[in-house]
């Protein structure tokens, strides 16, 4: 019966989404559940369950409904296990060193990702500090700082490098004890340490490593018998003088709810920052990946320009790039086409649009002076001469047109100028811009140049 109704929803479908985009991604749906609320498909892979997910399950569920099966949601499953990637079963897992390593000796780390090496990091300037710092302790010397603590935002390195300090050491120092987990799982540790009544075994354990590493280290904060029990782990392995590695999300001083006496310690090492993304270095890393890409799908071609597009316009942070290119081989695969910039544009145009760079007016402000050569001060302050008073309206007219201000919003930072006079300043422009030809220029390079 279920299946009947998915046979008229298809047909529905195929008039809704375009025969070509049917063949793709309809077509090759199977309904295995339909029932409390829920459809659920089979999908070849992840990418394509995501895919459809994302473009073509509202028109699913509203041809549901219209053909008497509402439902409130449609999730999509990958179906046959031999097309299943496994990925986590194929990453290592920190193991002590074996000579010293007894059956009930394991330590308690998180897998490593197989891929986060040195080999596959991409150093420019924001990084360079960072992986210099990852490199020395990876040596398996001895300590020169400890602890060392990487800190930066959101999808720019941290883990990697320190997944790639643990790879790097079990090469060079098979003999060293090298611990690796996130903060929560030290707190989850902990706690069921806690619970077990094996709290001793619990600090013995973590006392016994010769590099310790704990990531994202901020989500102690405010988990007070965990911070606790991390400081006396901490000030142990520092007195045996073993190394151990930090990351959080920002500086240890700015760690809210985290006590004084582990701020300080922290920063007894070396902090180093993880700098946000430059152009260079989001091009090196989609380069990077292209090539690794290559030998993955054969006979790809990507144009020319595509990845300078990508590395200008996706500034967020390195996952999300490097998401996007991920799923444009996988489109451009699957519909066996060059990857070409309207390809991307079409393919990504989510991601696109929520890495959009948020204007403000007062770069706005500066680039309009300095295109017309006045001051900045002059933008915001009382001059009414025309060569100054032009520029200014052609700014306001930029501020409404390229950010979501207001106009009272705008009027405050042009020297808190009232809205009327920003809703004349406007309207001047719309109204010059259709006769006069060298100001219509100004206005377009000026956008070209705001909106990068
Ligand atoms: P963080 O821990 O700082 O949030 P991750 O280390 O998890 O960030 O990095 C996010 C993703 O970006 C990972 O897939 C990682 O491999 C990649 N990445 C980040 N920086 C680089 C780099 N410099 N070179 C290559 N890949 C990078
Ligand atoms: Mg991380």
Not at 30 to 59: C, M
Not at 83 to 112: I, N
Not at 305 to 326: K, P, Q, S
Not at 380 to 400: D, E, F, N, S, W
Request: net charge positive.
């Amino acid at each position: 019966m279920t299946n009947e109704t998915w046979g008229q929803v298809r047909e529905e479908l195929i008039k809704r989404v375009g025969k070509n985009n049917y063949v793709t991604w309809i077509e090759p749906l199977k309904l295995s559940v339909l029932k409390n609320g829920v459809a659920r498909f089979e999908v070849p892979t992840i990418f394509f369950g995501d895919w459809v997910q994302r473009n073509y399950a509202d028109h699913i569920r509203t041809q549901l409904a219209s053909a008497g099966t509402p439902v409130d949601r449609v999730e999509f499953a990958v179906c046959a296990p031999t097309a299943a990637p496994a990925p986590v079963a194929a990453r290592p897992v920190v193991k002590p060193a074996r000579a010293r390593a007894t059956a009930d000796d394991e330590l308690p780390g998180a897998p490593l990702d197989a891929r986060f090496t040195f080999d596959s990091f991409v150093v420019g300037k924001p990084n360079e500090l960072a992986h210099a710092a990852a490199r020395r302790v990876a040596e398996g010397g001895p300590t020169t700082f400890n602890p060392l603590f990487l800190y930066g935002g959101v999808g720019l390195g941290k883990t990697h490098l320190m997944h790639a300090i643990a790879h790097e050491l079990q090469l060079r120092r098979p003999d060293l004890r090298v611990l690796y987990l996130s903060a929560e799982q030290f707190m989850y540790r902990f706690v069921q340490a806690l619970r077990e009544r094996q709290v001793m075994d619990f600090k013995e354990l973590f006392r016994s490593v010769d590099v310790l590493m704990v990531d994202d280290v901020q989500f102690i904060a405010g988990k007070d018998s965990t911070q606790e029990e991390f400081f006396h782990t901490f000030n142990a392995l520092v007195d045996q003088n073993k190394q151990i590695v930090i990351s959080a999300d920002r500086a240890p001083g700015e760690i809210k709810d985290l006590e004084e006496r582990i701020k300080s310690r922290l920063q007894c090492g070396l902090v180093v920052d993880l700098h946000p993304t430059d152009y260079e270095l989001r091009l090196g890393i989609l380069q990077q990946k292209v090539d690794h890409y290559r030998s993955q799908y054969r006979g790809l071609v990507i144009a020319d320009g595509v990845l300078e597009f990508l590395a200008h316009r996706i500034t967020t942070n390195v996952r999300v790039l490097e998401g996007a290119l991920t799923r444009l081989f996988a489109f451009a695969s699957l519909v066996g086409r060059e990857i070409t910039l309207d390809l991307a544009q079409d393919c990504l145009a989510d991601i696109l649009r929520s890495s959009d760079r948020k204007l403000s007016i007062e770069e706005i402000q500066r680039k309009v002076a300095e295109h017309y050569n006045i001051r900045l001060s002059d933008m915001i302050g009382p001059k009414r001469l025309r060569t100054i008073a032009r520029p200014r309206q052609v700014a306001m007219y930029l501020a409404k047109q390229l950010t979501p201000r207001s106009l009272p919003e705008i009027g405050r930072r042009f020297g808190g100028r009232d809205h009327t006079t920003i809703m004349h300043g406007v309207r001047k422009i719309e109204e010059l811009m259709t006769t006069d030809s060298q100001l219509a220029d100004d206005l377009q390079l000026l956008r070209r140049l705001l909106q990068g």
